[in-house]
């Protein structure tokens, strides 16, 4: 199932809410994608809203969060790629 996350820029703290319910708080950016990252939401479902009462997340912001995630997404990916595979025997 696909995790959606709507962040948004509450007092200094970006908050997301995800589709399953949970709220994510973090008061860095990276930390935040790092967050979004270990709760399973990819970078494309990741969108920045506005609210009223909120500030909006400026586009520098917005493409610093896309691109710490795919940077996670891709490092996960390669880890995955390099791990050894278990249970199979290897003949000389």
Known sequence: MTIQAS????KNEFIAELS???RIGQADLREMAGALHQAGVQAENAQCEW???????TAGQQVALSAEMRRLEKLAEQKRQDAPVRGIALAA
Request: aromatic share 0%; proline share 0%.
């Open 7 to 10: 962040v948004l820029l509450s």
């Open 20 to 22: 399953d319910g949970r």
């Open 51 to 57: 609210r009223a009462g909120h500030r909006m997340l």
